[in-house]
């Protein structure tokens, strides 16, 4: 696991900014301005390149050895470790406590906009536990973050906490986005409960040429889903939301976390998604993310994806025969059965993922997305091993 | 051709519901219906040769259990009918034929 | 934070019904057909239906969260939500929201043939006073325009319209040139014998992407005897004319249908394999209308709605049984009612609908300047019954809309509000036919238990849902590919 935050060595540095980190390439093209840029220095042929690129005003300088930095001008150290940032990232530096966080990294399969902490419901397998507190200051600093951000980064994710309880604010993130990064598909993690509370949906009609909306459904009644997101009437306002989003016209995907009760009633969630929901361009079927609430709740969520076969092959061919679009996320291709390969992606982040001892002679190991950084045993399944023959041709 | 009669308990059927039930046979046979103390009497007489005669009068009484069940049905949820079907229908409506788009 | 349990959330407890309607099915009279408002259903056992409608059923078992799931019980009202149910309702009813789509403009009354069955009361070919005239067809065109459908098909009847073909390319024209401004999606469809069919209609139809419905009665034997012509030889012609349609237009451009004869009843897998030979991935296997010369020749030609059913079994065991060989081969009635049950979607027939196709859905130019509802409204005033008509083509569409004959149609239009209609389970799913109830009962209301049209539905519906329910895993396969492959075609499908 990659971690996203470091102490680091900093000195005159005067208040709290977000930094793009440059190089040769970023100088040249002029897409982002200096001032809001840090110099490269731990690269030899930006230090060759000399005094007559150092003058430009740059925010500071990036450096192993800070006596690279030039006289009188800020600069940074991050120490050997597994903190790793490069070029094209943007970091977060709060000089006080001498810290540098990742707030983007070039060539990331998952970068986030993360809005707030703050949440409406309290899902039993919540990796992100939500706290009560008053986030609204990363509005401002998402809208810096923005205009950092690569032009040509495929896929963002806002996600939090829930997006929505921004208010008014969310609109003005997926705007800016459609602004400042018009080709860079974006996915707003929510639970729509807002828009079946009365928040009008119709405020992102036409809004960003690219936006999907990922939100999660656990059953068909409400008992199952409310007990799931530990919150009464949460189904009844995520579903009502759901209407609403399609009405303005939203693209909208379903994600279902594959826990226990939920895998227990997946077909008859599958039959009511078709029936009601039929306008949902994806199904997302993700297996636990063994961190957070689901720790707690391990007796009650826990099933070995090895078990769930012939009810994920059911729903996935049940949804694709009706021309919905599936996929299974975070689920090793070991435990699933080879026909349900082709919907299996590469889901986990690349700074939270990790592959096993046991997948060391895994033939299908490149296109597995292995398992989540802080998966124990407990939370993997007894099935995963290498595999050590396949009838599907190679892609 | 033989008439079938089937008697029916009038404590535990309705004369509405005992109607509806026998009107469904009203295709192959002529329907009487009689009311004594206590009973209602159906009387069907075959229209035609009829293969499973036999079966009418349990076929008689299970369309009238069912029937039961559909009166209750329809007395608790009549009133949500019309509400759901109108308020399903206010959006779904057409233009007034005519009417440019 | 403190977690809580499953029971917590359960909300209020007890549950109140929403409204549904149950049949018991006829193969298994301990289970019933449960439908929603929209046509959502389940099977379940008898007597715990009986306990669900009485107020007993457990809020654990699995039926409680089964029927919650398809909107026939809802708990508590706090934390339910009915948005579902509406949308499903208004996504069965789609049909309604655009106005006709279908559009069927009869060019010609003449035709070569003289099957005994026809339903168009054709005249003899010379008889050109039975053709549309230009003035009629401009009209039509000008009232074609004034419905809102953004979609327009556009269906060339008769008789046998290659007869006036150039009447055929007039209205062709008139109607592409007025939709530069309209730009709405057009469909052109031709019901044809496709007998004497010269390269230079082909070509014609070609460039402005016709699609050829025909009719094939079975094999050659079949065919010739449903449908005399004076040289005998109308199978060739109709196959030379399959043939040619396919290599100018495509194969998906042809389509065929049967009529069933009493004759043809008695051969079923005979017609299916003649379409198999064919090449034809569909197959529209229909039952006599009494219009037209089918009422006047009933008693020969004629037969009961059971031997209709008994046909059909027979008919869907063997397309079962190819499908399962690897040969796709669809019934398009079968395939209409599968995705009732199978889909949540509307679909495109208008002679299953309510409230009724019948002028809704579905408009009728008549040769002679007259409007009707529907061919059947058509096939009734040509046989001096004009209780249906709705004007003429030089009025406006809303004195069409507010004219006795749709008054009337309107009146017994609702599936929904007709006795014994309103009662049954399959009442979503199913439509009502006032015209038929009009020409076959005397009464546009009609009275169920001996209505054709309800049996016939009822009998394909219970067939079908038999088949699914109880068929092997492959046959449920073949069913559901038919269902979900369902397009959203007019079909009224009435060729020559």
């Keep these: 696991m990659q971690p996203l935050e470091a102490k680091v060595h900093c000195e005159q540095w005067p208040e709290l900014p977000l930094l793009k980190v440059a190089g040769l390439a970023e100088f040249a093209s002029g897409t982002f301005p200096p001032e809001r840029?840090?110099?490269?220095?731990?690269?030899?042929?930006?230090?060759?390149?000399?005094?007559?690129?150092?003058?430009?005003?740059?925010?500071?300088?990036?450096?192993?050895?800070?006596?690279?930095?030039?006289?009188?001008?800020?600069?940074?150290?991050?120490?050997?470790?597994?903190?790793?940032?490069?070029?094209?990232?943007?970091?977060?530096?709060?000089?006080?406590?001498?810290?540098?966080a990742l707030r983007y990294r070039r060539g990331s399969n998952n970068n986030i906009l993360f809005t707030t902490e703050r949440c409406n419901s309290y899902c039993l397998m919540c990796s992100q536990p939500p706290r009560e507190v008053d986030d609204g200051w990363r509005v401002s600093q998402l809208c810096n973050l923005i205009e950092l951000i690569d032009k040509d980064v495929p896929s963002l994710t806002v996600t939090g906490g829930e997006p929505t309880l921004l208010g008014k604010n969310l609109r003005r993130i997926v705007l800016r986005c459609a602004d400042v990064l018009p080709q860079t598909h974006l996915q707003v993690l929510s639970n729509g409960r807002a828009f079946g509370d009365g928040v009008p949906a119709r405020t992102f009609e036409g809004l960003h040429p690219s936006l999907t909306w990922g939100i999660p459904l656990y059953g068909d009644h409400y008992g199952l889903h409310d007990y799931i997101v530990q919150s009464a009437g949460a189904f009844s306002q995520t579903v009502r939301g759901l209407y609403a989003l399609d009405a303005a016209k939203q693209r909208i995907e379903l994600r279902v976390v594959l826990v226990k009760p939920v895998v227990e009633r997946l077909s008859e969630l599958a039959r009511f998604i078709y029936r009601n929901l039929p306008f949902v361009e994806h199904v997302a079927l993700m297996g636990t993310e063994p961190i957070g609430f689901a720790r707690a709740h391990y007796d009650d969520l826990w099933m070995d994806p090895a078990d769930m076969a012939p009810v994920l092959v059911r729903a996935v061919d049940f949804l694709s025969k009706r021309s919905m679009r599936v996929s299974l996320y975070n689920l090793p291709l070991c435990v699933l059965s080879e026909p349900l390969w082709a919907y299996s992606r590469k889901s986990i982040s690349d700074w939270k993922q990790q592959y096993l001892p046991a997948c060391e002679q895994c033939v299908v190991k490149e296109r597995c997305g292995g398992f989540f950084a802080w998966t124990t045993d407990k939370w993997t399944s007894q099935a995963v091993e290498s595999v050590r023959e396949t009838s599907c041709a190679k892609h | 051709m033989s008439t079938i009669e089937v008697r029916l308990d009038a404590g535990m059927f309705s004369a509405d519901i005992v109607t509806r039930a026998a009107h469904r046979y009203t295709d192959a046979y002529f329907i009487e219906i009689k009311r004594s103390p206590g009973d209602f009497i159906v009387r069907l007489t075959p229209k035609h040769v009829v293969p499973d005669a036999g079966q009418v009068a349990e076929q008689l009484r299970n369309d009238v259990l069912d029937e039961q069940l559909r009166a209750l049905v329809r007395s608790e949820t009549q009133d949500i009918h019309a509400v759901l079907i109108e308020a399903a229908l206010r959006q779904a409506l057409p233009p007034q034929s005519g009417q440019r788009r | 934070m403190k977690f809580a349990a499953r029971h917590a959330f359960v909300g209020n407890p007890g549950y109140r019904l929403l409204p549904l309607r149950f049949r018991r099915l006829p193969w298994d009279s301990d289970r019933v057909l449960v439908t929603s408002v929209s046509g959502d259903w389940l099977i379940a056992q008898r007597n715990d239906f009986e306990r669900a409608v009485?107020?007993?059923?457990?809020?654990?078992?699995?039926?409680f969260a089964d029927m919650e799931s398809r909107f026939l019980i809802s708990a508590d009202p706090e934390r339910a939500t009915l948005a579902p149910i509406l949308s499903q309702y208004r996504t069965r009813k789609d049909y309604l929201a655009e106005g006709p789509r279908l559009h069927?403009?009869?060019?010609?009354?003449?035709c070569h043939h003289t099957c005994a069955y026809c339903q168009v009361s054709r005249q003899a070919v010379g008889q050109t006073a039975f053709d549309m005239t230009e003035s009629t067809a401009r009209h039509a065109v000008d009232r074609l325009f004034d419905w809102p459908a953004k979609t327009l098909t556009i269906e060339f009847q008769g008789g046998e319209p290659l007869l006036r073909f150039d009447r055929v390319q007039q209205l062709t024209k008139l109607i592409e040139q007025r939709n530069r401004t309209e730009k709405r999606t057009l469909r052109f469809v031709i019901a044809s014998t496709l007998h004497d069919l010269t390269d230079e209609q082909l070509s014609f139809m070609r460039d402005h992407g016709f699609e050829l419905s025909t009719s094939l009665d079975g094999p050659e034997w079949l065919h010739n005897l449903n449908r005399p012509r004076p040289e005998r030889d109308s199978y060739q012609r109709t196959v030379d004319g399959i043939e040619r349609g396919r290599r100018v237009l495509g194969d998906g451009a042809v389509s065929a249908l049967t009529t069933l004869t009493r004759r043809s009843l008695e051969v079923p897998k005979e017609i299916i394999n003649e379409y198999r030979k064919l090449g034809f991935h569909s197959i529209s296997l229909r039952p006599l209308s009494p219009y037209g010369f089918a009422r006047k020749t009933g008693t020969r030609h004629g037969y009961t709605i059971g031997d209709f059913l008994k046909f059909y079994e027979v008919a869907l065991d063997h397309l079962l049984q190819i499908n399962r060989e690897g040969y796709f081969l669809e019934e398009t009635y079968a395939r209409m009612l599968l995705s009732l049950l199978l889909t949540p979607f509307s679909h495109g027939y208008v002679d299953l609908?309510?409230?009724?196709?019948?002028?809704?859905?579905?408009?009728?130019?008549?040769?002679?300047?007259?409007?009707?509802?529907?061919?059947?409204?058509?096939?009734?005033?040509?046989?001096?019954?004009?209780?249906?008509?709705?004007?003429?083509?030089?009025?406006?569409?809303?004195?069409?809309?507010?004219?006795?004959?749709?008054?009337?149609?309107?009146?017994?239009?609702?599936?929904?509000?007709?006795?014994?209609?309103?009662?049954?389970?399959?009442?979503?799913?199913?439509?009502?036919?006032?015209?038929?109830?009009?020409?076959?009962?005397?009464?546009?209301?009609?009275?169920?238990?001996?209505?054709?049209?309800?049996?016939?539905?009822?009998?394909?519906?219970?067939?079908?849902?038999?088949?699914?329910?109880?068929?092997?895993?492959?046959?449920?396969?073949?069913?559901?590919?038919?269902?979900?492959?369902?397009?959203?075609?007019?079909?009224?499908?009435?060729?020559?």
């Excluded at chain 1, 390149?49 to 300088?61: E, Q, T, V």
């Excluded at chain 3, 009485?54 to 699995?62: A, C, N, V």
């Design chain 1, 37 to 100: 840029m840090l110099l490269d220095l731990r690269d030899a042929q930006v230090r060759a390149a000399g005094s007559a690129i150092y003058r430009l005003p740059w925010a500071g300088f990036l450096t192993d050895v800070p006596e690279h930095a030039p006289p009188s001008r800020p600069w940074i150290a991050v120490p050997q470790g597994a903190f790793k940032v490069g070029v094209g990232d943007v970091v977060e530096l709060r000089p006080h406590a001498s810290k540098m």
């Design chain 3, 54 to 63: 009485t107020g007993q059923l457990d809020p654990g078992e699995p039926l």
């Design chain 3, 104 to 110: 069927i403009f009869v060019v010609s009354l003449r």
């Design chain 3, 353 to 496: 609908r309510s409230p009724t196709g019948a002028g809704l859905g579905a408009v009728v130019y008549d040769y002679d300047g007259r409007v009707y509802p529907s061919d059947e409204a058509r096939m009734l005033a040509a046989m001096g019954d004009h209780s249906f008509a709705l004007g003429r083509v030089d009025e406006s569409i809303e004195t069409w809309m507010s004219s006795p004959g749709m008054q009337r149609v309107l009146g017994a239009g609702v599936a929904e509000a007709l006795p014994t209609c309103a009662d049954c389970a399959y009442v979503p799913l199913c439509g009502s036919d006032p015209i038929d109830h009009y020409a076959r009962q005397g009464d546009s209301i009609g009275h169920r238990p001996t209505s054709d049209f309800c049996r016939k539905q009822m009998g394909l519906f219970d067939t079908l849902l038999q088949r699914w329910e109880q068929g092997s895993s492959v046959d449920r396969g073949i069913l559901e590919d038919w269902a979900l492959r369902a397009t959203r075609r007019e079909g009224v499908l009435e060729a020559a």
